[in-house]
């Protein structure tokens, strides 16, 4: 049975006795843990995809860059889809593309039909997160979220922690092609279970589809991310005409969709959420996390393998511990959220992010692994208080009818985020061992390359200590958030 299955005694669904809410969560959770470890899950076979298909490192990280791409372009129109289309619809729809994606690169006879499989399971993907935020926003009331959102972010980064320890033993044991064979079965669970005991929530309003609008948002979003993604492959990083070219068409089509939407009576995104302080302070905490993160992801195992001369796999190893605790705090995190608001978790965990980075901005190649471990474990610990207490807190404020865009617009950014925070801090470290490198008389020389490589890393975390900083600084303006819908029915 299709429809809206809100009772009208009841406001939130998990408050209904007669509504089972664990198969819906375990519905939604199954999926996304598959799909999301699929993002990470490849990273660690691309060595090996391009002695397979014979193809160079730029052609194969588009498996890489295109999953990105695909995600910017799609997300942002995930508001506009969750009105459109019932929860089981968008569920199954998704699942079912995710899963043909994914059979589809099991079976790739070429590197095109693989990419092409890719990037269906982006589309998957893409979609995907911005459901399950948003039913669950619909079903649990503002003081059971913090635990619920906590269980979302134990999905969210337990399954990309394991990733590559899972992808280098199945890669080393029984082949790439079972990166994707091993999904699919949980994939095909997923959607039986999904079939059978999944129900609708929210009111499907069936909103005007502004054409316009879409090209737009994909103009921008995925300008902006071809953009910074070609700004790491050629030796002018950002002076490159293709990567300067694709941001500014990108930044130009989000000023003219940002002015569209503020006109439209039913807007592809609501850019009205801004209006609502702890959401955009939410946002904006959200962005510094993901900056802070993917400094740490992408810098720190250069670092590992280059001054400290250390193996992949040993690198690898290194940030399991705080990748893993990451994971596992989120929930204990969303509880404590419930609790205590958001304050006494934020303020705490953004001062020791903030201490974190200044602590890495000191690194040398003497620099025990023992103090990178401890370091990584205290970011990652700093994010499961910082990045899904602040996403709860900030969607809390939202009214109803602004929960598809809240969620759309936070689940946006993370594939832009990403692909501006991998190229502006390659670009920073690069930049400073070439001046480095520049100064000395002997520039070839392996101790030569490895004091460039400490200096561009120590600037990247200096960087990065100072956008910690001012996170700091923002997180004394949280404050427990309000619904929306209570503040504007109590003026009323």
Known sequence: MEGNHFKETYEFLA?????????????????????????????????TLMGVFDINPSTVQWMVTGFMLIMGILIPVSAFML????????????????????IICALAPTFTVLLAGRLIQAVGTGLLIPI?????????????????????????????????????IIVEHLGWRYLFITVIPFALFSILFAYKYL??????????????????????????????????EGEAGFLEPKVYSFILVGVAALIIFTRRQLKLEDPLLDLRVFKY????????????????????????????????ALT??????????????NGLMSPIMGKLFDKFGPRKLIIPAAAVLTATMFSLSQVSENTSIYVIIISYMLLMLSVSAIMMPAQTNG?????????????????????????????????????????????????????ALTQ?????????????????????????????????????????
Do not use: C, W
Not at 20 to 39: D, T
Not at 205 to 232: Q, R
């Open 83 to 102: 009105q459109t289309f019932t929860t089981r619809q968008m569920f199954l729809g998704t699942m079912t593309v995710f899963t043909l994606g994914t």
């Open 199 to 232: 129900r609708n929530v929210g009111e499907v309003t069936k909103p005007k589809a502004d054409i316009f609008s879409i090209i737009l948002s994909t103009a921008g979003f995925g300008g902006i991310v071809l953009g910074f993604s070609f700004a790491g």
């Open 15 to 47: 408050d209904d006795p007669d509504f089972s809410v664990k198969p819906v969560m375990f519905s939604l959770i199954i999926g996304a843990f598959f799909a999301i470890l699929n993002e990470t899950l490849l990273n660690i076979a691309l060595t």
């Open 395 to 447: 969607l809390n404020q939202l009214p109803k009818r602004l929960y598809p865009h809240g969620t759309a617009i936070m689940n946006t950014l993370q594939p832009v985020s990403g692909a501006i925070g991998v190229s502006v801090f390659i670009s920073i470290m690069t930049a400073r061992q070439e001046a480095e490198l520049q100064q000395m008389g002997n520039p070839a020389s392996e101790e």
């Open 132 to 168: 399950i935020f948003n039913t669950f926003l619909l079903i649990f009331p503002p003081a059971r979220r913090g635990a619920v959102m906590g269980m979302i972010g134990l999905v969210i980064m337990f399954a990309p922690a394991i990733g590559p320890t899972l992808s280098g």
């Open 277 to 308: 302080p702890m959401y955009s302070i939410a946002l904006v905490m959200f962005i510094i996390v993901m900056m802070s993160m993917f400094s740490s992801e992408i810098i720190l195992p250069m670092f590992m393998q280059g001054p400290l």
């Open 312 to 325: 992949a796999a040993t690198a690898g190893l290194i940030l399991l511990p705080g990748a893993l605790l």
């Open 452 to 492: 460039a490589t400490v200096a561009g890393v120590e600037l990247v975390y200096f960087v990065a200590f100072a956008v910690a900083l001012a996170g700091l600084v923002l997180s004394l303006f949280i404050k427990r958030a309000r619904p929306a819908d209570v503040s504007e029915d109590s003026a009323s």
